[in-house]
């Protein structure tokens, strides 16, 4: 492992250690049962300095790119019995948008994620973000979108073109048209906007689609936030 990659494995892992208790249960207000937690003690970090955490992470993915050797066989045996992240990203699955990567190179253990195309919230993608706060503890989501997103492109043509797909394909799509009509007539890149719109709107979503979440989000331990990834730049932008 290079020198640099030592140093920020080692600050991270003193950052995740930081006097973490163990969750027996989080209780989301009246008339909501409390989730059991999984075993053992979950990330001790809030929303705002897990936030702080990918922003430095993507500054460093942008700034000092370089690929390092990652004690991989030693963290698997750290998480092995446990997982504690403290993030979790709702991403496309876009090849080209690893989340661990450009949020500045993490390893195991530190994000929670799920990944489709057009970075939707489904009935499982749902449940998987559920669990990631209410039983692991994960302070922080991030709806991810990106540029030039396949997805969102032909969610666009679909719009202007009236395009078709085949298979499952025009379904999947279907949740990001109201995006795409929304973003129609802003000026920019077309694609851009709506992938930006679309995500915000998946953000609020989850909101209003459960108790869950909306619970630990009023009670401050939980924030929500949408972004979106430039694959020519590198760069996150949070969106309001």
Same mark, same amino acid.
């Not at 000092?64 to 019995?81: G, I, K, M, S, Y």
């Not at 930006?196 to 108790?211: D, V």
């Given at each position: ?6 140093? *920020?494995?080692?600050?991270? #892992? ?6 973490? =208790? ?12 409390? @989730? #059991? ?11 705002? !300095? =897990? ?7 993507? !500054? ?17 045996? &750290? $998480?092995?019995?446990?997982?504690? /992240?403290?993030?979790?990203?709702? +991403?496309?699955?876009?090849?080209? $948008?690893? /989340? ?9 253990? !530190? ?12 009935? %499982?993608?749902?449940?998987?973000? &559920? ?7 994960? /302070? ?11 997805? @969102? ?14 298979? +499952? ?21 077309? @694609?851009?906007? %709506? =992938?930006?719109?679309?995500?915000? #709107? ?16 009023? +009670?401050?331990?939980?924030? *929500? ?16």
């Amino acid at each position: 492992m290079c020198k640099d990659c030592q140093t *920020i494995v080692a600050g991270r #892992r003193d950052i995740l250690k930081l006097g973490a =208790a163990s969750l027996v249960a989080i209780g989301l207000g009246a008339g909501v049962p409390a @989730v #059991r937690a999984a075993s053992g003690p979950a990330t001790a970090l809030t929303p705002d !300095e =897990a936030l702080a955490a990918l922003k430095t992470g993507n !500054e460093r993915y942008l700034n000092d790119p370089q690929v390092c050797t990652l004690e991989l066989a030693q963290r698997r045996q &750290e $998480v092995a019995p446990h997982q504690a /992240p403290w993030a979790t990203i709702i +991403s496309c699955a876009d090849s080209r $948008v690893p /989340p661990e990567l450009i949020f500045g190179g993490l390893g195991l253990g !530190e994000l929670f994620v799920a990944r489709n195309a057009g970075n939707l919230v489904d009935t %499982a993608t749902l449940g998987t973000v &559920e669990y990631g706060a209410a039983v692991l503890g994960s /302070p922080l989501i991030i709806v991810l979108a990106h540029t030039r997103c396949g997805a @969102v492109a032909a969610a666009c043509d679909v719009v202007t073109k009236n395009a078709t797909y085949p298979g +499952s394909i025009g379904p999947m799509i279907n949740p990001i048209l109201p995006a795409a009509i929304a973003a129609k007539t802003e000026t920019g890149d077309f @694609v851009t906007n %709506a =992938a930006k719109e679309s995500a915000k #709107r998946t953000a609020g979503q989850l909101m209003t689609a459960s108790t869950l979440i909306s619970g630990l989000a009023g +009670s401050g331990k939980l924030k *929500i936030l949408a972004a979106i990834y430039d694959l020519d730049t590198g760069v996150v932008t949070y969106l309001d």
